[in-house]
């Protein structure tokens, strides 16, 4: 599912959505727009007066999102289908994904562009799918893909999505562990001896998950330790290193006392990489989560 808005955003998610679909081959791909429902809907609809109908009025908009689909896609495969919904936009997404349950929600992440991208950071709480975000810079290449790991179940399976693209495209997988020395306040400061054992723990932890994982040499695991600064920072001079196309984060379930503590996804979505950034979800582990939130 791809969320578009009638700006110059959709030309690049559609174009991007196309690449990606040439890659993953999905069966279906829903194209979602969300009329805010309000006094300005019904301006618009008076400032045309063959517009006499809020369904003509949707007829419009779906022939417009249906011309820029068919600038970037071809008839057949996948089947390509147009729902616009009337709503708030947050609450509208939030109800589709949560009824068709998609496999992948695709949003645009503007940096340059009008808006701030609130509605993508409000969705990544209330959705249980993957979601991927897609600024506007985004190049249609995977030839190096990042993965972020903090040697978990959760962040292994981040890296089989890796890997399972690699086999489709022949891209190179970087997997990313970052780690840091505890907090130093003078006069307790690290010793040299004591930053060798995080050192070697840290070695001996890639180790072990290369070994429970069954990770291929053809990964390369690298360590790259935090000194200061933001920890997406880190994440970024990756980036820059390894030329990636695409970044791959496991999303874990929060306690419920934490939902409102920003974690290592919500600063990797805030960040400007300007490249994909692919949110994994555990479906079912999330949907429970989502089911006690809301019980309590």
């Known amino acids: ?14 174009g991007y959505t196309s690449f990606l679909a040439s890659v993953s081959k999905p069966k279906t791909v829903t194209f979602l727009h969300v009329v805010e429902s309000g006094p300005d809907t019904l301006e618009i609809i008076d400032q045309f007066p063959e517009i006499n109908t809020k369904e003509k009025f949707f007829d419009l908009l779906r022939n417009e999102i249906n011309e820029k689909i068919e600038a970037h896609f071809t008839q057949g495969e996948p089947e390509v289908r147009v729902v ?9 997404i939030i109800d589709l994904v949560n009824s068709l349950e998609p496999d992948l929600l695709v949003v645009g992440k503007k940096v340059g562009y009008a808006g701030e991208g609130i509605i993508p950071k409000r969705i990544l709480k209330y959705v249980a799918t993957s979601i991927l975000f897609v600024p506007e810079n985004s190049r249609h290449a995977l030839e190096n893909i990042l993965v972020a790991v903090d040697f978990s179940e959760q962040s292994a399976k981040a890296l089989k999505t890796g890997q399972e693209l690699s086999e489709r495209t022949g891209a190179k997988v970087t997997a990313q562990h970052i780690y840091e020395y505890r907090a130093q306040f003078f006069p307790y400061m690290l010793s ?24 291929p040499e053809s990964v390369n695991v690298k360590l790259s330790k935090h000194n200061k600064g933001k920890i997406a920072d880190t994440v970024y001079d990756e980036v820059l290193n390894s030329h990636a196309d695409v970044i791959i984060v496991a999303s874990k379930v929060k306690k419920i006392p934490g939902i409102m503590r920003q ?15 692919l949110v994994l979800r555990n479906k079912e582990r999330y949907q429970k989560f989502l089911k006690k939130l809301f019980a309590e």
Request: glycine share 4%; charged share 40%; hydrophobic share 35%.
């Open 192 to 215: 040299e001896k004591e930053k060798d054992r995080v050192d070697n723990e840290t070695k001996e932890n890639r180790e072990k998950f290369i070994r429970d994982y069954n990770v």
């Open 1 to 14: 599912m791809v969320c578009v808005d009638l700006t110059k955003m959709d030309n690049i998610l559609m």
């Open 84 to 92: 616009i919904k009337e709503g708030k936009p947050t609450a509208a």
């Open 263 to 277: 974690d290592f996804t919500d600063r990797m979505v805030n960040y400007a990489f300007g490249i994909p950034l």
